[in-house]
C-alpha cells in the first residue's frame, strides 16, 4: 500500500479530517517503497526491500494541540487515531505560538521529483550495480564496499480549513569506497539524483578506484594556509552550514546573521561577490516538491545574491511577530558556478590541496560559523599545475564565510553528496585560498 494515487491519499485524509469533533484537525499521510544492496570486502552481503505507509494526525483546541500515528487504515482504526489525537491534545498545555493550520493554497506546476524509471529499479540493476564496482576492484588489487538504496514513495496533507497538497517522488543514492590492499590508499565517490538515468554507478566506481591507486603511500606535509581545490562533495560540505539562515535566530542574537547591537545582516555583503545562492523547486538538477511541511506553497527565493543576504526563512509564528509575510525553507540548494572544470583549476594551480571530501565536521564557534573536520579518501599535493603526489589527511578549522570570501575559482556544478547531512544540492567545485589546515590525521 505503499505508494497512494493522489485521489486515494486525498480520500483517506477527508475522511480522517471528517471525522475529528476539535475545533481543528490536520493530517499527514506519506509512504515509501525502497530497495537497496550493500557489499563490502568485494562480496555483497546484504540486499533487500521494505514498505512503508503511515498516517499523522494533529487535533487541536485552542492553542492546545496534540498528535497520534498509525499504519492501519480500516474504519475503525481511522477513528482511534483521530480520538487519540483528541484525547492528548485535551490533556496538552496551551502553546503560545501555535498557529492555525492554513486554508487552501495555490501552488505552482509539480517539479519533477517522480522518475518512473527510478519507480522501476528492480534487483537485477543493484546486482549489477555491485558487480559493476567489486569486479574492476578486484583487477586492480582493490577492495569494493558500498551502498545503493532506491526508493519511491509520496507525501499528503490535509486540513479542516480546507487545505491539501500531495507530492510523489524518486531517489536513487549510491556512494563507494575503495581502498587498496596494502592499506595505504582509499579513494571515494558517489552520486545522487531522482531519476536514476541520470547517474553511472560505473564511472562514479572506476573513480574512487583510480582516487585509490593514485592515494598509495601518502606523504606527510606540513599543516597551514594552502590553497585548496575542492571538489564538490567537499564545497557542499561546507556551503550547506551556512544556509540555516532563519530570521529568528538571527533576530534574537543567536545567528552569525545576528549583528552586534542588534538587528540582522539582511541587505549585508557576505561573501564574495560571484557567490549566487537560491532554491527553487523546479530546477530539473534538483526538483523539489512545490510546498513545505505545513503546506505552504515554495518559489525560487534568492538567499545570497551577488554575495549580499537577500533573503531570511520566516516560519508562520515569527513572521506574525515581525508582521512580515512567512518564507518557508525551501527543499533545495542552487550555488551557480563557473565553467572550470576540476582538472582546469588543478593546471591553474602553482601549489596546493586537493581534497576529494570532508568528514567528521563539527562546530567550533556558531556566531563566526567556524568548523573543524578532517579530509578523506583521496587528498592530494599539487605543484606547478599537477598532481605530484598523495598526502596524508588533514584536520581543517574553517569558516564557509571566510572560504566564500577567499573564493578564487568557481567551478562546474554538480548534484553533490556530503558526508553529512542531505541537503539535495547542485553546488560548484571551487578553488579557493588561504585555506586553514590546523594539523595532521594518520587515517587513510
Known amino acids: 500500500m505503499a505508494i497512494l494515487s493522489k485521489e486515494e491519499a486525498k480520500r483517506i485524509l477527508e475522511k480522517v479530517v471528517a471525522l475529528s469533533k476539535a475545533d481543528g484537525c490536520s493530517a499527514s499521510l506519506g509512504g515509501q517503497d525502497r530497495g537497496n544492496i550493500r557489499y563490502a570486502r568485494n562480496t555483497v552481503n546484504t540486499s533487500g526491500e521494505d514498505s512503508n505507509t503511515s498516517l499523522s494526525v494533529q487535533c487541536y483546541y485552542g492553542k492546545k494541540s496534540g498528535a497520534a500515528s498509525i499504519n492501519e487504515f480500516d474504519d475503525a482504526s481511522l477513528e482511534k487515531v483521530v480520538r487519540r489525537a483528541e484525547e492528548v491534545a485535551q490533556l496538552a498545555p496551551e502553546n503560545p505560538e501555535f498557529m492555525e493550520p492554513l486554508g487552501p493554497q495555490t501552488y505552482g506546476p509539480d517539479s519533477k521529483t517522480f522518475s518512473e524509471s527510478t519507480a522501476n529499479i528492480k534487483p537485477e540493476y543493484r546486482a549489477q550495480v555491485a558487480a559493476d564496482s567489486i569486479n574492476p576492484a578486484a583487477s586492480k588489487d582493490v577492495t569494493a564496499a558500498g551502498y545503493l538504496e532506491d526508493s ?124 549566487n545562492i537560491y532554491t527553487d523547486p523546479w530546477n530539473d538538477d534538483v526538483p523539489a516538491a512545490v510546498w513545505a511541511g505545513d503546506g505552504q506553497s515554495r518559489k525560487k527565493v534568492d538567499i545570497i545574491k551577488n554575495g549580499v543576504v537577500a533573503n531570511l526563512f520566516y516560519d508562520r509564528y515569527w513572521a506574525s511577530q515581525k508582521n512580515v509575510a512567512p518564507l518557508p525553507f525551501g527543499g533545495n540548494t542552487i550555488m551557480e558556478g563557473g565553467t572550470a572544470s576540476v582538472e582546469d583549476m588543478i593546471k591553474d594551480t602553482k601549489k596546493g590541496i586537493l581534497v576529494t571530501r570532508f568528514w567528521y565536521i563539527r562546530p567550533v564557534d556558531p556566531q563566526t560559523l567556524l568548523y573543524t573536520g578532517l579530509t578523506r579518501d583521496g587528498t592530494f599535493y599539487i605543484e606547478n599545475g599537477k598532481i605530484k603526489h598523495p598526502i596524508k589527511n588533514f584536520r581543517f578549522n574553517e569558516s564557509p564565510i571566510i572560504m566564500l570570501n577567499n573564493l578564487e575559482t568557481l567551478g562546474k556544478q554538480e548534484r553533490a553528496v556530503t558526508s553529512e547531512g542531505s541537503p539535495n544540492a547542485f553546488i560548484p567545485s571551487m578553488k579557493i585560498r588561504d585555506f586553514t589546515f590546523t594539523s595532521l590525521s594518520d587515517a587513510v
Open 152 to 275: 519511491k514513495g509520496f507525501f499528503a496533507i490535509a486540513n479542516s480549513k480546507g487545505l491539501f497538497a500531495y507530492n510523489k517522488s524518486t531517489g536513487v543514492d549510491f556512494t563507494v569506497t575503495m581502498r587498496t590492499n596494502d592499506g595505504t590508499g582509499s579513494g571515494w565517490a558517489a552520486a545522487t539524483h531522482n531519476d536514476v538515468s541520470k547517474i553511472n554507478p560505473a564511472i562514479i566506481s572506476k573513480r574512487a578506484i583510480d582516487k585509490a591507486v593514485l592515494s598509495r603511500e601518502a606523504k606527510a606535509i606540513e599543516p597551514g594556509k594552502y590553497t585548496v581545490v575542492l571538489e564538490a562533495s567537499a564545497s557542499a560540505d561546507l556551503v550547506r552550514l551556512m544556509l540555516g539562515m532563519n530570521a529568528r535566530t538571527a533576530d534574537e542574537g543567536r545567528s552569525f546573521l545576528s549583528k552586534k547591537g542588534g538587528g540582522t545582516k539582511l541587505g549585508e555583503k557576505l561573501v564574495d561577490e560571484r557567490v
